[in-house]
């Protein structure tokens, strides 16, 4: 990417799930669900909106080679996608033990992200 023009952040939670990619989504989606870019056009090339790059940072606090990247991918409508992961959000205690589940524990994941958008 040569400019950024635009960048949001957005946390996701998955409480009992420990699902990354139910976390990361919530986290994209937190990120991007509250804006609107009506003048991102005059910032592209050409002004074509498909031709912006979107680049996706997720902080993932267990499970990284679990995530499903075209998953992620699909929740930006338009453009170049790329995903980026790393180790950082948080796993903490949901507050319930699990103790007849041996398949399952009482962790929460949480996901921060960051939606880089340009050109």
Do not use: W
């Not at 990619?21 to 919530?26: D, G, I, M, V």
């Not at 937190?30 to 912006?52: C, Q, T, V, W």
């Amino acid at each position: 990417m040569k400019k950024i023009i635009f960048i949001q952040t957005g946390t996701g939670v998955d409480v009992h799930g420990q699902d990354v990619n139910e976390a990361a989504s919530r986290a994209v989606k937190d990120a991007i669900h509250y804006n609107s870019m009506p003048g991102i056009r005059g910032f592209l090339p050409e002004g074509d909106i498909n031709k912006m790059k979107v680049n996706i940072k997720l902080a993932l606090p267990l499970d990284l080679n679990e995530l499903d990247h075209n998953k992620i991918k699909k929740l930006i409508p338009y453009g170049d996608v790329t995903v980026e992961v790393m180790t950082g959000g948080m796993a903490t205690t949901s507050g319930i033990f699990l103790e007849d589940q041996h398949d399952k524990n009482d962790l929460m994941y949480i996901v921060n992200a960051s939606i880089e958008v340009g050109y």
